[in-house]
């Protein structure tokens, strides 16, 4: 069933262990296929890290075989990457009506949209890619339009869940298509790529349904403006949020920049239905009875940017959160998020507003889009794969997705957990994990692309905690002789105007210091530093306790 | 009943908005009482700030009015400031047995043992505090030996809860004195202050005892070693470890500084008991077999130099966590450590041990100290205070506690939400909130007291997220004659060796800059770097969109 020689291989780019960028990449004989291409928010280790991506250098050296970037679902940790990605490595990206719509969204503000092809793809109808026959099924997700992915190869077929739930009662008509799902398992999945999110989740996810009957008695109950804030990319709960608008009589303003760009593409696609004259301009807000109004916004993961925390602190222009107003925050924390979000619910309470809000369920106002552990064994159950790679998650995840797996009878010798850069090559139906490639992290910070490493980085994390110091010398090239006394500045050290006595002191050391080098240690301006650095650090740790990065500067006159 | 002049005032040092550094002082005529003296820890926006403790300048002026620290129980947020305050103002301490035990371990580390002067308080009996009869009740809470304190002024009684639960199955046989509460309430309660913690939690706590169970439970299936990590003043819970270890003929070795201590501190006072022969080192751990060690450590809030975070990266010198171990965390991360601790779990995954985690009380293995919504409000009624002040917390926790008390009948105009340096004054039977004091925090870094302020912690975070740039300038001191080309070098900023153009660019704009600058502003050497650094930070934004600090430095020859 095998090309002489060809082999069927899976590599791990990204996505592992790091939720957020992911990307995986399937390779039968000459051709490749990229499933997503996501990008993460850097963590507080990251200091100034605006954004993570892929390093793609393997799929560079490869880029003839490259044939199609395949999306499963327009969210960022998909989609993230895709122009940093194109800007490296052009192919044609094929993805469903919405995701193409919000790529699109992504590449005008790049300036990339005339340069890219862009293939729309049909949950129903299957395409080649190379020699892959490459075919979809509908899943459930906490975004409209998400796919599966079959891909049939000389060697077996390989199944890639995307990010999916099984939400039996979708607000949609979008149902998960589980009879196409039971069909690909009946076929005979040589391998399952499946994802892990809440792979330490007992139970089965709620419904979305259950939201929008949670939204419409708030809403029933509300007397003041209502806001409510979410992921723009829920369009599904902004439906359901138009819909308890509708049905209390109250208009609609949309706050914040993706709030609004990411409607307005669902709406002209016809994803999110707006009944005529209902949106109105935040500036509108003002002029209608409190009663009269909803403000849907961003910012429920508390970013300090967007539209809820402003709004928390009443430093938005246009509108502001008054007493008797109600607040919904229709979300859940992602992990790192907790301690903004409780600081926005705090500033919201002192508004005087009332804040309905919970991690969770807690609150009625929120249900994941990722798959419980029952859901993860349905899954399992209806692909019966022989190999499996649990995706998207922690280390923690993926093991314990793997016992979930075994529970339901794959067997654990052909369950692989892989790191980034890790491949598995199946040949004559034999897989084995025994080689890697490049693959590993980009840290983006303004207009750089991997300028910010890990130097700068250990350099920033010294310099945040401890501050530092800067000792200027001047030696006169001739014979070494001090010039003038040294000068000392530090930022984030200790304040300046207080610390005018362990200056002085510091100067002194230098004086005594460069006095008392060898003649060959002041000659050699790096050894100089050296018993610089060395001498005051000493002084200082002993004075302070700290260590702040010194920085000897020596000037040649 | 009220001294010609005198009233009842409160006022709130430290606690409100900041759980962790908890304080308040009860005046009435000339007698101030100070209720506890917590430390906090910083939050990562306070970039290296070791610990956070109360300003307290207001005590200062009092000082001779200062009758006493009586502190509820030993936990750091409410005893963690007293060595800072003693150094500041030595006044006697009254504290409970372990408490105290805990307190005299804290001075020891200071050397302030020998000048503080400890009063051992009984909870059955009542104490005098100048004008002020002082009695207690005691309270269930994650540590032993918890009191509640009321307090006899002329005006009336003021109740101040302490840190509470209602644990009716404690593990100790120190029941929480529901009678004595009782009694106080029968007695008319003029002003009760209560603990808001779990303000936002509805029903009722679980008992402590739940946690011994599953904790046997979990020791009996156990086959390899068992790690299980707690906090260390959890001293009820140690007992159940050291029992569930009795009871499967397990040793126990302590790991971690102050796992060490205070089990040391609770064993001499009588608080924990160790069988003989139980307690091994933990250089013995790697003699017995796996099955007959437990090893009690700390570090189960994710922090990175404790034990438990050192096991997890295998780095901790005699002991190490192997495949089959079990780990267990006995705790629930407080908001802001949940990704520390998942990266351990993590970690301890991939050691290849069965790891038993969770949220809350999800695992089984912890329940919180702290009273949910049905037991506020059983102390609210069995208090049936006139005045309310809802304490510990954060506003929105004191806000909902506040819809408790209304909702048992405390009328919502004599419910006071302070915040830190407001006062409640009572004279004959009225109160009003209309002074303030000052009030604040202290940041602690190294040995400093309060030398770290804002404009320090706002240079750090620049630092920390720009990275800076330092630009020397040699001037001859007679005509600003520029007598070397200008040196630049960063820090945190791009890498260096990568960045030689731009600092090329850089150079260039100092010199023109330099050369374009009127005589007058080239004199006055504060515009002249004004002018540099403007012109240098239009370039590098321009360029690499970042804003780095810039800090041009003038040498004069």
Same mark, same amino acid.
């Given at each position: 069933?095998?090309?002489?020689?060809?082999?069927?291989?899976?590599?791990?780019?990204?996505?592992?262990?790091?939720?957020?960028?992911?990307?995986?990449?399937?390779?039968?004989?000459?051709?490749?296929?990229?499933?997503?291409?996501?990008?993460?928010?850097?963590?507080?280790?990251?200091?100034?890290?605006?954004?993570?991506?892929?390093?793609?250098?393997?799929?560079?050296?490869?880029?003839?075989?490259?044939?199609?970037?395949?999306?499963?679902?327009?969210?960022e940790d998909h989609i993230g990457g895709i122009p940093y990605f194109l800007k490296q490595l052009n192919v044609p990206i094929y993805a469903t009506r919405l995701t193409l719509g919000l790529i699109e969204l992504k590449l005008k503000e790049h300036g990339l949209l005339r340069d890219t092809e862009l293939n729309l793809i049909h949950p129903d109808e299957a395409i080649e890619l190379g020699s892959i026959r490459t075919s979809f099924f509908r899943a459930s997700h906490s975004i409209p339009d998400c796919v599966g992915i079959a891909f049939e190869t000389p060697e077996g077929i390989v199944v890639h869940t995307g990010d999916f739930k099984f939400d039996l009662t979708?607000?949609?008509?979008?149902?998960?298509?589980?009879?196409?799902?039971?069909?690909?398992?009946?076929?005979?999945?040589?391998?399952?790529?499946?994802?892990?999110?809440?792979?330490?989740?007992?139970?089965?996810?709620?419904?979305e349904r259950v939201v929008g009957d949670n939204i419409a008695d708030a809403f029933r109950k509300a007397t003041g403006k209502i806001f409510i804030s979410t992921f723009a990319s829920n369009v599904h709960r902004i439906q359901q949020i138009i819909d308890a608008a509708q049905m209390t009589n109250r208009h609609v303003a949309l706050l914040g920049r993706s709030?609004?760009?990411?409607?307005?593409?669902?709406?002209?696609?016809?994803?999110?239905? $707006? /009944?005529?004259?209902?949106? #109105?301009? =935040?500036?509108?807000?003002?002029?209608?009875?409190?009663?009269? &109004?909803?403000? @849907?916004?961003t910012g429920s993961q508390g970013e300090p940017m967007a539209a809820l925390s402003r709004l928390s602190t009443n430093t938005f222009r246009q509108v502001s959160? $008054? /007493?008797?107003?109600?607040? #919904?925050? =229709?979300?859940?924390?992602?992990?790192?998020?907790?301690?903004? &979000?409780?600081? @926005?619910?705090?500033?919201?309470?002192?508004?005087?507003a009332t804040v309905i809000y919970g991690s969770g369920s807690a609150s009625g106002m929120h249900v994941s889009g990722h798959a419980f552990q029952e859901e993860l064994k349905l899954m399992l159950t209806l692909m019966k794969p022989t190999y499996f790679i649990p995706i998207h998650g922690e280390y923690r995840m993926l093991q314990l997705h793997k016992k979930l797996a075994e529970s339901v009878g794959v067997d654990g010798k052909n369950i692989f957990i892989l790191n980034n850069g890790d491949v598995v090559d199946i040949q004559n139906g034999v897989a084995s994990q025994t080689r890697r490639v490049d693959a590993g992290s980009v840290f983006l910070d303004g207009l750089g692309i991997g300028d910010v490493g890990k130097v700068v980085l250990r350099d920033r994390k010294v310099l945040a905690e401890e501050g530092m110091l800067i000792i200027v010398i001047s030696l006169s090239k001739a014979d070494n002789r001090l010039l003038s006394a040294p000068d000392t500045i530090s930022r984030g050290f200790v304040y300046e105007r207080e610390a005018e006595d362990l200056y002085k002191e510091v100067n002194q050391l230098v004086v005594s210091t460069i006095k008392e080098a060898k003649p060959s240690t002041r000659y050699r301006r790096n050894d100089l530093k050296h018993a610089v650095r060395k001498s005051v650090e000493k002084l200082l740790y002993t004075r302070t306790k700290r260590r702040p990065m010194i920085i000897p500067f020596i000037i040649e006159i």
């Amino acid at each position: 069933m095998n090309d002489a020689g060809s082999k069927l291989s899976v590599f791990s780019l990204g996505g592992i262990n790091e939720i957020g960028k992911n990307m995986y990449v399937l390779q039968y004989g000459e051709d490749m296929i990229v499933i997503d291409c996501g990008s993460s928010f850097p963590d507080e280790n990251l200091l100034g890290v605006d954004l993570i991506i892929q390093d793609i250098s393997y799929l560079l050296e490869n880029q003839d075989k490259v044939r199609a970037l395949v999306v499963t679902h327009g969210h960022e940790d998909h989609i993230g990457g895709i122009p940093y990605f194109l800007k490296q490595l052009n192919v044609p990206i094929y993805a469903t009506r919405l995701t193409l719509g919000l790529i699109e969204l992504k590449l005008k503000e790049h300036g990339l949209l005339r340069d890219t092809e862009l293939n729309l793809i049909h949950p129903d109808e299957a395409i080649e890619l190379g020699s892959i026959r490459t075919s979809f099924f509908r899943a459930s997700h906490s975004i409209p339009d998400c796919v599966g992915i079959a891909f049939e190869t000389p060697e077996g077929i390989v199944v890639h869940t995307g990010d999916f739930k099984f939400d039996l009662t979708p607000v949609n008509e979008e149902y998960a298509d589980l009879h196409k799902m039971a069909d690909i398992g009946k076929k005979g999945v040589l391998l399952l790529l499946s994802e892990s999110t809440n792979a330490e989740r007992p139970g089965f996810t709620q419904s979305e349904r259950v939201v929008g009957d949670n939204i419409a008695d708030a809403f029933r109950k509300a007397t003041g403006k209502i806001f409510i804030s979410t992921f723009a990319s829920n369009v599904h709960r902004i439906q359901q949020i138009i819909d308890a608008a509708q049905m209390t009589n109250r208009h609609v303003a949309l706050l914040g920049r993706s709030m609004v760009n990411v409607v307005s593409v669902a709406e002209e696609l016809g994803y999110v239905h $707006l /009944p005529e004259g209902m949106l #109105i301009d =935040a500036q509108q807000v003002n002029v209608l009875e409190p009663e009269k &109004v909803v403000i @849907i916004c961003t910012g429920s993961q508390g970013e300090p940017m967007a539209a809820l925390s402003r709004l928390s602190t009443n430093t938005f222009r246009q509108v502001s959160v $008054l /007493p008797g107003d109600t607040v #919904i925050l =229709a979300s859940s924390p992602i992990p790192g998020n907790e301690k903004s &979000v409780s600081r @926005i619910v705090d500033n919201l309470f002192q508004l005087g507003a009332t804040v309905i809000y919970g991690s969770g369920s807690a609150s009625g106002m929120h249900v994941s889009g990722h798959a419980f552990q029952e859901e993860l064994k349905l899954m399992l159950t209806l692909m019966k794969p022989t190999y499996f790679i649990p995706i998207h998650g922690e280390y923690r995840m993926l093991q314990l997705h793997k016992k979930l797996a075994e529970s339901v009878g794959v067997d654990g010798k052909n369950i692989f957990i892989l790191n980034n850069g890790d491949v598995v090559d199946i040949q004559n139906g034999v897989a084995s994990q025994t080689r890697r490639v490049d693959a590993g992290s980009v840290f983006l910070d303004g207009l750089g692309i991997g300028d910010v490493g890990k130097v700068v980085l250990r350099d920033r994390k010294v310099l945040a905690e401890e501050g530092m110091l800067i000792i200027v010398i001047s030696l006169s090239k001739a014979d070494n002789r001090l010039l003038s006394a040294p000068d000392t500045i530090s930022r984030g050290f200790v304040y300046e105007r207080e610390a005018e006595d362990l200056y002085k002191e510091v100067n002194q050391l230098v004086v005594s210091t460069i006095k008392e080098a060898k003649p060959s240690t002041r000659y050699r301006r790096n050894d100089l530093k050296h018993a610089v650095r060395k001498s005051v650090e000493k002084l200082l740790y002993t004075r302070t306790k700290r260590r702040p990065m010194i920085i000897p500067f020596i000037i040649e006159i």
